[in-house]
């Protein structure tokens, strides 16, 4: 137990330890048993993530960690801090686990292949065919099951028995029983072959070898595990996609010369020059210029922010207009983009890992087993059948209980499900996220880029008595097409849509802050803010300005247009809502989800979407801190949440969610943080990647129940000595035969979108 101490009296430090050697959840929680047995330590051990938070008392050498974790029989390390303040590399990220599980798979599967082909195929069987067997299950068993082994006998010095321990029981007491068979029974004569047979007479054994079994079981839990470290390998990804998103180099203003820097040279107060297209460099105050700013990947906004002098700015931002002069005010670990980068590191660090199913039974299990093969063993001794035949029932008890088909439950049926879910553009990440989707009942939706296009767009055209629509857009899109702003951009591009080619606009200019004027077809052209036409004696009369309340009470950009003394028209400009988003939401109910809305944007911008693809719950106005927290508070309240978005700024809500999913059309850092990603960007994928996530569980647990239904039903008869071994391994494979057939029904699985019907029997 842990010593709880005062933190006033002994300031707590925090450090996150690289863990290997972790095998299964309980591996996970011995090490943090260990940990805590410091005094003033609490650790949270993430078995996903193979990492470590400590905290630890003020004094506490941090090298007593690193040895209280090899006490434990795991190996740990201390990341390097970064220059930057950055969330340092760890070895355990730098070197690939799988890449050693792939080798180690591949070369057991090709000497396991002929093995299990010549014991099972008697047409196979040539002279000496069985030496040929012994020499090629040999590396598989010692050298391609060293991991078990060597996780098995660590666990047994700890006290402990998990999968490993039976994985390697079996595959070592059939590899021995074989060679003891081969070099002191019968089957080493030449001419030997490998019958099967129903049942065993007491004394039997001796001509038989089960070096298939030893072979097989290995190659097949190993493939298991290499899938499982492929998928674990992604677990870091998503600090460096965030960490990507800034600038790489900045043009700072030294000595009153412009000089081209990496970004993190820079230091507080450095004044630096951001031009059009260029991303934002560090956080900062505007000096010089006037600009829109495009910060929807950090803030959630969908209208490009207006700077100008004495406006604060933010790093990875995109400078949409004119040039700005900018003085850092934070650099390195402090900005907003580092500050992010540490919320999603927090949110994973503080998502526990979903413990896997064989894993909670195997404590008990395991255990059983090997008391039963003792058991047997020892009655068969006693009873007075002799060595051989009470050796063979222990074999075939250990051999039948081989959990093959339990390492196989979860991988094969994940790939058949991932690749299904790849052909209808849904990416499922591992086993531990098809829990959450069967808890799973309230569904958090970001706004900007996942229910709407995250693209302003021209979506309607209110012109003054009198006025012709496309002499407005006209004019209107000529003018706007020489400005850079993106509203601009969206009334230039929905005015060449709807009208053809646009006129040529001549003495063009931008009006700081309020929009452009221009001459088109020899008339004076003014759009932009109402403000704008009132500077020139142009007001906006009583039915455009209705107009104008209007569509801003909604949320929408107002844009007046004026020529030659008048005011023409009110253009309106919005992030338009996905073409299928309302269908979504409509499936998402289906599967008895309460959608809920949560955006950075205003009030009014929400609640108007929200009404138009039908859902009730609106959070709006929240900062990228607030999304988190809202996560929280849902989950305090009992409920079970999803969250779906595609920026930075959903990436720590992404992780701290029950189930994250993210929109391929979103950036790096919300898909490697997300559990599923939507790649077609289809809200409606969302509905078909939970009930596929679902089905695949499902298929799962039936993979898992017959194993462990078979073992219970053979176990007994394995014990009782009326079990050949031989049959044993027979049964074995017929149950890893039957748990991949399962799976590949997973194959005939359909879209929502293809048929409604197909749902409704999901949900059921």
Same mark, same amino acid.
């Given at each position: 137990?842990?010593?709880?101490?005062?933190?006033?009296?002994?300031?707590?430090?925090?450090?996150?330890?690289?863990?290997?050697?972790?095998?299964?959840?309980?591996?996970?929680?011995?090490?943090?048993?260990?940990?805590?047995?410091?005094?003033?330590?609490?650790?949270?051990?993430?078995?996903?993530?193979?990492?470590?938070?400590?905290?630890?008392?003020?004094?506490?050498?941090?090298?007593?960690?690193?040895?209280?974790?090899?006490?434990?029989?795991?190996?740990?390390?201390?990341?390097?801090?970064?220059?930057?303040?950055?969330?340092?590399?760890?070895?355990?990220?730098?070197?690939?686990?799988?890449?050693?599980?792939?080798?180690?798979?591949?070369?057991?599967?090709?000497?396991?292949?002929?093995?299990?082909?010549?014991?099972?195929?008697?047409?196979?069987?040539?002279?000496?065919?069985?030496?040929?067997?012994?020499?090629?299950?040999?590396?598989?068993?010692?050298?391609?099951?060293?991991?078990?082994?060597?996780?098995?006998?660590?666990?047994?010095?700890?006290?402990?028995?998990?999968?490993?321990?039976?994985?390697?029981?079996?595959?070592?007491?059939?590899?021995?029983?074989?060679?003891?068979?081969?070099?002191?029974?019968?089957?080493?004569?030449?001419?030997?072959?490998?019958?099967?047979?129903?049942?065993?007479?007491?004394?039997?054994?001796?001509?038989?070898?089960?070096?298939?079994?030893?072979?097989?079981?290995?190659?097949?839990?190993?493939?298991?595990?290499?899938?499982?470290?492929?998928?674990?390998?992604?677990?870091?990804?998503?600090?460096?996609?965030?960490?990507?998103?800034?600038?790489?180099?900045?043009?700072?203003?030294?000595?009153?010369?412009?000089?081209?820097?990496?970004?993190?040279?820079?230091?507080?107060?450095?004044?630096? #020059?951001?031009?059009?297209?260029?991303?934002?460099?560090?956080?900062? &105050?505007?000096?010089?210029?006037?600009?829109?700013?495009?910060?929807?990947?950090?803030?959630?906004?969908?209208?490009?922010?207006?700077?100008?002098?004495?406006?604060?700015?933010?790093?990875?931002?995109?400078?949409?207009?004119?040039?700005?002069?900018?003085?850092?005010?934070?650099?390195?670990?402090?900005?907003?983009?580092?500050?992010?980068?540490?919320?999603?590191?927090?949110?994973?660090?503080?998502?526990?890992?979903?413990?896997?199913?064989?894993?909670?039974?195997?404590?008990?299990?395991?255990?059983?087993?090997?008391? #039963?093969?003792?058991?047997?063993?020892?009655?068969?001794?006693?009873?007075?059948?002799?060595?051989?035949?009470?050796?063979?029932?222990?074999?075939?008890?250990?051999?039948?209980?081989?959990?093959?088909?339990?390492?196989?439950?979860?991988?094969?049926?994940?790939?058949?499900?991932?690749?299904?879910?790849?052909?209808?553009?849904?990416?499922?990440?591992?086993?531990?996220?098809?829990?959450?989707?069967?808890?799973?009942?309230?569904?958090?939706?970001?706004?900007?880029?996942?229910?709407?296009?995250?693209?302003?767009?021209?979506?309607?055209?209110?012109?003054?008595?009198?006025?012709?629509?496309?002499?407005?857009?006209?004019?209107?899109?000529?003018?706007?097409?020489?400005?850079?702003?993106?509203?601009?951009?969206?009334?230039?591009?929905?005015?060449?849509?709807?009208?053809?080619?646009?006129?040529?606009?001549?003495?063009?200019?931008?009006?700081?802050?309020?929009?452009?004027?221009?001459?088109?077809?020899?008339?004076?052209?003014?759009?932009?803010?109402?403000?704008?036409?009132?500077?020139?004696?142009?007001?906006?009369?009583?039915?455009?300005?209705?107009?104008?309340?209007?569509?801003?009470?909604?949320?929408?950009?107002?844009?007046?247009?004026?020529?030659?003394?008048?005011?023409?028209?009110?253009?309106?400009?919005?992030?338009?809502?996905?073409?299928?988003?309302?269908?979504?939401?409509?499936?998402?109910?289906?599967?008895?989800?309460?959608?809920?809305?949560?955006?950075?944007?205003?009030?009014?911008?929400?609640?108007?979407?929200?009404?138009?693809?039908? &859902?009730?719950?609106?959070?709006?106005?929240?900062?990228?801190?607030?999304?988190?927290?809202?996560?929280?508070?849902?989950?305090?309240?009992?409920?079970?949440?999803?969250?779906?978005?595609?920026?930075?700024?959903?990436?720590?809500?992404?992780?701290?969610?029950?189930?994250?999913?993210?929109?391929?059309?979103?950036?790096?850092?919300?898909?490697?943080?997300?559990?599923?990603?939507?790649?077609?960007?289809?809200?409606?994928?969302?509905?078909?990647?939970?009930?596929?996530?679902?089905?695949?569980?499902?298929?799962?647990?039936?993979?898992?129940?017959?194993?462990?239904?078979?073992?219970?039903?053979?176990?007994?008869?394995?014990?009782?000595?009326?079990?050949?071994?031989?049959?044993?391994?027979?049964?074995?494979?017929?149950?890893?035969?039957?748990?991949?057939?399962?799976?590949?029904?997973?194959?005939?699985?359909?879209?929502?979108?293809?048929?409604?019907?197909?749902?409704?029997?999901?949900?059921?």
């Amino acid at each position: 137990m842990s010593t709880v101490t005062d933190p006033t009296a002994t300031p707590a430090h925090e450090v996150e330890l690289a863990i290997t050697g972790m095998t299964c959840a309980s591996c996970a929680a011995r090490i943090e048993k260990k940990l805590s047995k410091l005094d003033g330590v609490t650790a949270t051990v993430n078995y996903a993530t193979e990492k470590a938070s400590v905290r630890y008392p003020e004094g506490l050498d941090r090298q007593r960690l690193l040895d209280q974790v090899e006490a434990a029989g795991y190996s740990a390390t201390l990341p390097e801090s970064d220059a930057r303040g950055e969330p340092a590399v760890t070895p355990a990220e730098i070197d690939d686990p799988a890449r050693a599980l792939r080798e180690r798979l591949v070369i057991s599967a090709l000497l396991s292949v002929p093995v299990i082909a010549m014991a099972m195929v008697p047409a196979f069987q040539f002279t000496y065919w069985q030496w040929i067997s012994l020499t090629l299950a040999a590396p598989v068993v010692v050298w391609g099951a060293w991991p078990f082994h060597r996780a098995a006998w660590t666990n047994l010095r700890h006290g402990a028995v998990t999968m490993d321990t039976l994985i390697s029981m079996g595959t070592s007491a059939a590899f021995a029983w074989s060679l003891h068979a081969l070099l002191f029974g019968t089957a080493g004569t030449p001419g030997m072959t490998h019958p099967f047979a129903l049942t065993i007479q007491h004394g039997a054994g001796a001509g038989s070898i089960y070096l298939e079994v030893a072979a097989g079981v290995t190659t097949f839990i190993l493939a298991g595990r290499y899938f499982e470290a492929r998928s674990k390998r992604r677990a870091g990804a998503a600090l460096r996609a965030l960490l990507e998103l800034g600038a790489k180099d900045v043009a700072v203003l030294r000595d009153g010369r412009e000089q081209r820097i990496p970004t993190d040279q820079l230091v507080v107060g450095d004044r630096f #020059l951001v031009r059009p297209g260029e991303k934002i460099a560090t956080d900062g &105050i505007v000096e010089d210029g006037t600009s829109a700013v495009d910060a929807s990947m950090l803030t959630g906004e969908s209208v490009p922010v207006e700077v100008a002098p004495g406006t604060t700015v933010v790093g990875a931002t995109v400078n949409a207009g004119g040039s700005l002069i900018v003085r850092a005010s934070r650099v390195g670990a402090d900005t907003q983009l580092a500050q992010m980068a540490k919320l999603v590191e927090d949110a994973q660090s503080g998502k526990a890992a979903v413990q896997r199913l064989a894993d909670r039974v195997s404590a008990v299990f395991v255990p059983i087993v090997i008391a #039963l093969a003792v058991a047997s063993l020892v009655f068969w001794l006693v009873s007075g059948a002799g060595a051989t035949a009470a050796f063979t029932a222990a074999v075939a008890v250990l051999i039948i209980a081989c959990p093959c088909a339990l390492g196989l439950a979860t991988p094969t049926a994940l790939m058949v499900g991932t690749g299904r879910g790849a052909q209808m553009g849904v990416l499922l990440k591992g086993p531990e996220v098809l829990e959450s989707t069967r808890r799973i009942d309230t569904v958090v939706l970001d706004k900007t880029g996942t229910v709407t296009t995250g693209q302003m767009s021209l979506i309607a055209v209110h012109v003054a008595a009198g006025e012709d629509h496309e002499q407005v857009l006209r004019l209107a899109g000529a003018a706007e097409h020489g400005s850079e702003h993106p509203i601009a951009k969206a009334i230039a591009d929905g005015a060449m849509d709807r009208t053809g080619q646009l006129p040529a606009a001549e003495d063009f200019s931008n009006v700081e802050g309020l929009g452009v004027q221009a001459t088109v077809d020899g008339h004076a052209v003014l759009v932009g803010r109402p403000q704008l036409l009132q500077h020139w004696s142009q007001p906006l009369p009583q039915d455009l300005t209705a107009r104008q309340a209007t569509a801003e009470s909604h949320g929408r950009t107002a844009v007046a247009v004026a020529w030659d003394g008048q005011a023409r028209a009110v253009l309106e400009v919005a992030d338009t809502v996905k073409p299928t988003s309302a269908a979504a939401v409509a499936q998402l109910r289906d599967l008895g989800l309460s959608p809920v809305l949560l955006t950075g944007d205003n009030d009014a911008v929400a609640r108007t979407i929200a009404a138009d693809v039908g &859902i009730d719950e609106v959070i709006a106005e929240v900062l990228p801190q607030d999304k988190v927290a809202v996560i929280e508070r849902l989950q305090r309240d009992g409920r079970s949440v999803a969250m779906v978005g595609d920026g930075v700024n959903d990436a720590a809500a992404l992780a701290t969610a029950d189930l994250g999913l993210a929109m391929g059309t979103g950036t790096d850092v919300a898909i490697e943080a997300s559990d599923l990603t939507l790649v077609r960007g289809d809200l409606r994928g969302a509905a078909d990647a939970i009930r596929l996530a679902r089905r695949t569980l499902t298929t799962i647990k039936g993979n898992l129940f017959w194993a462990f239904a078979y073992n219970i039903a053979a176990l007994p008869l394995a014990a009782a000595g009326l079990l050949n071994p031989m049959i044993a391994g027979a049964a074995m494979g017929f149950s890893s035969v039957f748990v991949v057939g399962n799976s590949l029904r997973l194959r005939h699985f359909r879209s929502h979108a293809t048929t409604s019907s197909a749902a409704h029997a999901e949900v059921a």
